[in-house]
Structures are given as C-alpha cells and as structure tokens.
C-alpha cells in the first residue's frame, strides 16, 4: 500500500527519468481523457503531496498543466527504456502511457487522474493537511487540526489525510507501537500529541529514497516492523503475543501490542 514515504521515492524516480525531456506520445485508457494528448509538452517536474502525484508540464506559449494522480491503495507509476517490456502490473490496469526519446512512464491503476491547469492544484490537493514529507510540514499545525475532533480514536485520525499527509495503515501503526499510545485512545487524552506527530514525521523520513519500509532500523524481511503485519507473534520488546482489530473508519486493519501501548481497547466483536 502506497504510503507518503513511497509516494515521494516514486514521483523522484519518475522525475530521473522524464523531466525535462518532451512527451513524444501520450496514451491515455480512461473514458474522460480518452481524446487527450500531452504530445509536445515537456514534464517539467514530478512532485507530490501525501499520497497524491503531481507531474507538471509546460509549452512555450501555453499555460502550464499538471497531470495529477492518486495513489491510493494499490497505484502506481513505472518506467521502462524505449522498447522495453511493460511488466509492472496487467495490461488492463494501464491507465496513462508517456513517451519520450529516453524513456515511457507507465501509470498502473491510478485513481482520480486529471489533467488541470498548475494554478488549479490547490482545488485537488487544498484539502490536506502538512504533508509529511513536504517542505511546509508543520507539526503544530498538524496538531491542531488532529484536536479539532478530541474525541476520535487517535488510529482513525492519524490516517485522516485532512489532519496530516502520507500516513497509512503501515505508520499508524509503528508511530503509535513506538510512542506506547493505545489506538483508540481519543485524541484529547494523547499525552503528547506534538512528539506523535514528529515521530510519524521521523519514521516517514528515514525511509526517503529506499523503498524498503523499515522502522525498527533493520532492513531484514522478516525485521522491518515492530507490529505491523506481525499480530500472533510476539512483541520484539515485552514478548507479548500481538493483535490485529479490523474495524473504525473504513474498516482499517489494526495492529498493536496489548503491554506496550495499555488503556482503551477496541469495541468487543
């Protein structure tokens, strides 16, 4: 699952391989852009904010345009040589192709794909709150934003992109393991909200430009994560066995560790 960390790392690698070179072609495989055609302008800069991809494009003579894509759960771009095999998902799930001389970027099942003049940005991505891999990040403001709901359980708002962008199921999870905060804790009774949100920040960050997600400082398959996608095994700290819960908004999943992060439980069933 796409979090901000991978965002970030696939709008760099996209960047290596086509800004500032010239779309030569452009395929678009979505019924409201199936007349479009970027041919002729040139990527610009590839950019992100949380989980959301910006490619800017620009013309001599014309305003600039940004190809904007989400992520979401199961998104993603790749890029291959002239020629080469298109082998990064089924072809079905090809929803933009980008030609240039030096290399074509693949889009594989994006989600909400537009093409919107570059002064519209904000009216897709004004919504979210300090991206966590951005430059304006801001952690007070984060806070505020997070207390703006006292009462929601800190797991649900924590993945809230309005409060705070790039967190996923993958660092809910380590952040709240790593700061001993029960998951459905109400977020006006967090201790410290501000050290929370810096250290969702620092996990995020470590990971910049490496696409192994790791927290616990090992880059080992089987030793990446404290609790996530470990429930049944036991916590690398106290040996408890730890636990998955599906449930709250969109029926997220859940991992935790019943001794290291004590108080609210999650509702029985």
């Known amino acids: 699952m796409p979090e901000g960390d991978t965002v970030w790392n696939t709008a760099r690698a996209l960047g290596e391989a086509i800004a500032g070179r010239v779309v030569e072609r452009s395929d678009f495989r979505v019924p ?21 991809l910006l490619l800017r494009l620009t013309r001599e003579g014309r305003e ?8 979401r759960m199961d998104g993603v771009w790749r890029t291959y040589a002239p020629g080469e095999r298109w082998s990064g998902r089924p072809a079905h799930l090809i929803r933009v192709a980008l030609h240039t001389a030096d290399a074509v970027a693949v889009g594989y099942h994006l989600h909400e794909l537009e093409i919107v003049p570059t002064r519209d940005e904000e009216r897709l991505v004004g919504h979210l709150g300090p ?7 801001d952690a007070a403001e984060a806070v505020r934003r997070l207390l703006a709901r006292p009462g ?33 804790t109400p977020v006006g009774q967090v201790a410290d909200l501000t050290a929370l949100v810096e250290k969702a920040h620092a996990l ?57 992060q004590p108080g609210a439980l999650p509702p029985p069933g």
Not at 131 to 137: Q, S
Not at 168 to 173: E, F, H, Q, T
Not at 227 to 243: N, S, W, Y
């Open 32 to 52: 409201r852009l199936a007349t479009a055609d970027l041919s002729g302008w040139t990527a610009a800069e590839s950019a992100c904010r949380g989980k959301h």
């Open 64 to 71: 600039p345009l940004t190809l904007h894509s989400h992520l």
């Open 131 to 137: 991206d966590l891999m951005g430059p304006d990040w």
């Open 152 to 184: 929601r359980w800190i797991a649900d708002a924590l993945i809230d992109q309005r409060n705070l962008a790039g967190i996923g199921n993958l660092y809910k999870a380590e952040t709240l393991f790593l700061r001993g905060v029960s998951p459905w």
């Open 204 to 260: 995020l960050n470590s990971n910049r430009g490496r696409w192994t997600q790791a927290t616990t400082g090992s880059l080992r398959r089987s030793e990446t994560t404290w609790v996530f996608e470990r429930a049944g095994q036991p916590c690398r700290r106290c040996r408890t066995t730890l636990r998955r819960w599906t449930g709250g908004d969109h029926e997220r999943i859940t991992y935790w560790c019943p001794h290291c």
